[in-house]
């Protein structure tokens, strides 16, 4: 079903008075569209699969009613996501809920020390949040059972296939009871998701509060064509021209620390975040840019769903991500919460066909512009569309060489006389 922006009071979709009480401390009044349609059908018992802008509230979509589920009962929560930061993120948001209801959550994700982990199913959390590596490695070993989940939620599920966890979330699945409710959210919605939906799901309703691969409306979009060595120079000129805090996105980890080694050169306060860094190294990273101690946290795609910083002014893409939906994760990090933001991507010359596939995914072009600290350069239109390999064809020998063998065979047996 395609949703309106419709709102409604949380009372009236069937949230509890005691998590109406928490709301009201935290100043939460009206739901998002995602909430409004998603939160009373789970107070149902349906399985559902929601599609939904990054930062448009997802969490809360599914983390309540499973909260008011667990309250009235003995059922447990499981919660899978892609990386450790989300994880910790979506902690953070239910952890006040859990709190006041007497709900006990664990996190697991890799990185993080196994005995304080495994120390912490002793208190028998009844809301399990974890990656699907770390789980895994837990059942194998027997450390953990998921035989009383009840509640399953599959949280940026295109991003879990993208990062290659069929075949863990596979497992993972093998050890849930089938008679259980399962909520996927993601902001896209490829095939394999509907397939992993028709095979796992229980006639799941579909609730779409924006077509799938739909950017957010109040993100301004920008694009500037850039020779590869001026980026640098560029990126330098708009960080003076902001004011606010700005993400900016890498395409490889040794690019991320390149550039973040470059703006602290240059009196930017820059952290960076990346599979490279230690669990404790990107919390430090992502803790201090929430506090505004960096100005500038510089990325790869880990961190393109993973963080939530309400005031990011701008999203800078210094490198076009491999796969066109990431742009839509990417710049979903600014204009969150209802509030504008803008994002400004840089392209070289020669990737034209790398913008042809983000505007058809988001089914609109972005807007070209030039900035006066580089140079102009036109985009070369012969890179279009990516080259097509060239036929194998079989060689046909050289003319006259049956000749030129036969002489000189004939010249060796004359040497060799």
Same mark, same amino acid.
């Given at each position: 079903?395609?949703?309106?922006?419709?709102?409604?009071?949380?009372?009236?979709?069937?949230?509890?008075?005691?998590?109406?009480?928490?709301?009201? $401390?935290?100043?939460?009044?009206?739901?998002?569209?995602?909430?409004?349609?998603?939160?009373?059908?789970?107070?149902?018992?349906?399985?559902?699969?929601?599609?939904?802008?990054?930062?448009?509230?997802? #969490?809360?979509?599914?983390?309540?009613?499973?909260?008011?589920?667990?309250?009235?009962?003995?059922?447990?929560?499981?919660?899978?996501?892609?990386?450790?930061?989300?994880?910790?993120?979506?902690?953070?948001?239910?952890?006040?809920?859990?709190?006041?209801?007497?709900?006990? #959550?664990?996190?697991?994700?890799?990185?993080?020390?196994?005995?304080?982990?495994?120390?912490?199913?002793?208190?028998?959390?009844?809301?399990?949040?974890?990656?699907?590596?770390?789980?895994?490695?837990?059942?194998?070993?027997?450390?953990? /059972?998921?035989?009383?989940?009840?509640?399953?939620?599959?949280?940026?599920?295109?991003?879990?296939?993208?990062?290659?966890?069929?075949?863990?979330?596979?497992?993972?699945?093998?050890?849930?009871?089938?008679?259980?409710?399962?909520?996927?959210?993601?902001?896209?919605?490829?095939? $394999?998701?509907?397939?992993?939906?028709?095979?796992?799901?229980?006639?799941?309703?579909?609730?779409?509060?924006?077509?799938?691969?739909? /950017?957010?409306?109040?993100?301004?979009?920008?694009?500037?064509?850039?020779?590869?060595?001026?980026?640098?120079?560029?990126?330098?000129?708009?960080?003076?021209?902001?004011?606010?805090?700005?993400?900016?996105?890498?395409?490889?980890?040794?690019?991320?620390?390149?550039?973040?080694?470059?703006?602290?050169?240059?009196?930017?306060?820059?952290?960076?975040?990346?599979?490279?860094?230690?669990?404790?190294?990107?919390?430090?990273?992502?803790?201090?840019?929430?506090?505004?101690?960096?100005?500038?946290?510089?990325?790869?795609?880990?961190?393109?769903?993973?963080?939530?910083?309400?005031?990011?002014?701008?999203?800078?893409?210094?490198?076009?991500?491999?796969?066109?939906?990431?742009?839509?994760?990417?710049?979903?990090?600014?204009?969150?919460?209802?509030?504008?933001?803008?994002?400004?991507?840089?392209?070289?010359?020669?990737?034209?066909?790398?913008?042809?596939?983000?505007?058809?995914?988001?089914?609109?072009?972005?807007?070209?512009?030039?900035?006066?600290?580089?140079?102009?350069?036109?985009?070369?239109?012969?890179?279009?569309?990516?080259?097509?390999?060239?036929?194998?064809?079989?060689?046909?020998?050289?003319?006259?060489?049956?000749?030129?063998?036969?002489?000189?065979?004939?010249?060796?047996?004359?040497?060799?006389?």
């Amino acid at each position: 079903m395609n949703i309106n922006n419709q709102s409604s009071d949380f009372q009236e979709i069937g949230i509890s008075p005691a998590i109406l009480k928490i709301l009201a $401390e935290k100043n939460i009044t009206k739901p998002t569209p995602i909430q409004h349609q998603a939160i009373g059908l789970a107070l149902e018992g349906k399985d559902l699969i929601g599609i939904a802008q990054t930062g448009t509230g997802k #969490t809360f979509a599914f983390g309540l009613p499973m909260l008011q589920q667990l309250a009235a009962g003995k059922k447990r929560g499981l919660i899978i996501l892609p990386t450790r930061e989300l994880a910790y993120q979506v902690e953070e948001a239910i952890k006040p809920f859990a709190d006041a209801l007497g709900i006990r #959550t664990a996190v697991f994700v890799g990185g993080a020390s196994a005995p304080m982990q495994l120390k912490m199913l002793k208190n028998n959390p009844r809301i399990l949040i974890a990656t699907p590596g770390r789980l895994n490695d837990y059942l194998q070993k027997k450390k953990i /059972t998921l035989r009383e989940v009840e509640i399953l939620v599959l949280d940026e599920a295109d991003r879990m296939l993208d990062m290659g966890f069929k075949p863990q979330i596979n497992r993972i699945l093998a050890h849930v009871p089938r008679e259980r409710q399962t909520l996927l959210f993601s902001a896209t919605m490829p095939q $394999e998701i509907v397939k992993l939906a028709t095979a796992q799901m229980d006639l799941p309703l579909r609730i779409e509060v924006a077509p799938s691969g739909t /950017t957010a409306e109040k993100v301004e979009q920008e694009l500037i064509i850039v020779r590869q060595q001026n980026k640098l120079k560029l990126l330098q000129s708009l960080l003076r021209e902001s004011k606010g805090q700005i993400l900016v996105f890498s395409r490889t980890k040794h690019g991320a620390k390149k550039i973040t080694r470059a703006l602290n050169e240059n009196n930017f306060r820059a952290a960076e975040i990346h599979a490279n860094r230690s669990l404790v190294q990107r919390r430090k990273a992502l803790e201090g840019f929430k506090r505004g101690a960096h100005k500038v946290l510089v990325a790869t795609d880990i961190a393109s769903r993973g963080i939530d910083v309400t005031n990011i002014e701008l999203v800078i893409n210094y490198d076009l991500p491999d796969d066109p939906s990431d742009y839509i994760h990417r710049i979903g990090r600014t204009g969150r919460a209802d509030k504008e933001g803008k994002a400004i991507s840089f392209a070289t010359p020669t990737q034209a066909h790398n913008i042809r596939d983000i505007e058809r995914l988001i089914r609109t072009p972005l807007r070209r512009i030039k900035h006066t600290s580089v140079p102009h350069v036109p985009m070369e239109l012969s890179s279009s569309a990516p080259k097509k390999p060239r036929k194998q064809t079989s060689r046909r020998p050289p003319r006259n060489a049956g000749n030129r063998k036969h002489k000189k065979s004939f010249r060796n047996k004359r040497r060799r006389r």
